[in-house]
């Protein structure tokens, strides 16, 4: 999706004030924005191609990779769940997670001072240990590591905490998810969004009930996720709605919230199964599937958004055929 979004023909219909992301759209988020800040041509070019590799590593498309893959799916969706710590075995994923963000991230190529800033980054991530703080639950590109992508998409139980320092952490979905109340502090004041664009990728809704363990824990999960994020909407709503009433509050600036969704009736229409296993679903043929969903509510977006933009025709999810004019106003 921010493929589409950050498109060149795309782009240039508005100025990106800020990414922010929690879990994998933390580490989409990190990958767009170390190519936006790096200068290298094209930048949305460069973005889209980080964010192509880094996802094409991570597929299990060896012979022993994808058989693994297929043998961790099917005993996860036995009806009986086996709960194993992940402190009782080495932590593979977080080393193989790791090495992908640190190849194609590639945060040691930029100096850690405020050039870092224009797009601004915030992620999002849980601290366990004092709990969650307006300090210690959000980390910024200007000062961003790998550790701390990482850790924002450590979703216990499959992750160990990690380790920053003294404090431990746990996966953003806790805390914020992902974090779009810290927009309206962006300083100074003119640089703050005028509307912010809103990947929603936990379903508000489900049509049946969860009745086994993996099911429940899933919907445990969205309803956790989506309690973060829409309490940073609530608030930002308030704001809106008191600002031209009470002049304290005019410190802030009116934002409009828009929100961008997969289908994902049309992935299980597909044969996709998108349920709480799926999060581990590392097929070749799952991941493709997952960005060209992600290309195409990107494109139908753009062309709710703005006048001129013309979505692909159906099936072709991939995005390849966009009509643009000149750029317009915001």
């Not at 992908?100 to 850690?112: E, T």
């Not at 991939?318 to 750029?327: D, E, K, N």
Request: net charge negative; glycine share 6%; with cysteine.
């Amino acid at each position: 999706m921010l493929s589409v979004l950050l498109a060149k023909e795309n782009g240039e219909r508005f100025d990106l004030v800020a990414l922010s992301g929690t879990s994998g759209g933390a580490m989409c988020a990190t990958l767009a924005w170390s190519a936006l800040i790096s200068g290298d041509g094209d930048r949305g070019v460069e973005a889209a191609n980080r964010l192509q590799a880094f996802w094409d590593d991570l597929k299990a498309d060896e012979p022993f990779d994808a058989a693994l893959n297929s043998w961790g799916l099917f005993t996860a969706r036995l009806p009986v769940v086996a709960e194993i710590s992940p402190y009782a075995y080495a932590p593979f994923a977080q080393r193989e997670l790791t090495r992908a963000l640190r190849d194609y991230a590639r945060l040691g190529d930029f100096p850690a001072d405020a050039t870092r800033s224009n797009p601004f980054l915030f992620v999002a991530a849980t601290e366990i240990l004092e709990g969650v703080t307006k300090h210690n639950s959000v980390f910024r590109g200007e000062t961003i590591t790998i550790d701390q992508v990482v850790a924002s998409a450590a979703i216990p139980p499959v992750f160990r905490a990690i380790p920053i320092g003294e404090k431990r952490y746990w996966d953003g979905l806790f805390s914020h998810n992902p974090p779009i109340r810290v927009f309206t502090d962006i300083e100074p004041k003119e640089r703050r969004p005028d509307e912010i664009w809103i990947i929603r990728i936990n379903p508000r809704k489900r049509k049946t009930e969860p009745t086994t363990m993996p099911e429940i824990i899933d919907r445990r999960n969205e309803l956790s996720g989506n309690l973060a994020l829409d309490q940073e909407r609530a608030f930002i709503e308030k704001i809106n709605e008191l600002i031209p009433e009470m002049t304290k509050l005019r410190k802030y600036k009116k934002i409009e919230l828009r929100e961008i969704a997969l289908d994902e009736d049309e992935l299980e229409r597909d044969g996709f199964r998108m349920d709480y296993v799926s999060k581990l679903d590392r097929s070749p043929r799952f991941i493709d599937a997952l960005i060209a969903a992600g290309r195409g509510a990107g494109w139908a977006f753009l062309a709710e958004r703005f006048a001129g933009v013309t979505a692909p025709v159906e099936g072709d999810r991939a995005g390849a055929a966009a009509s643009v004019t000149p750029p317009s106003s915001r």
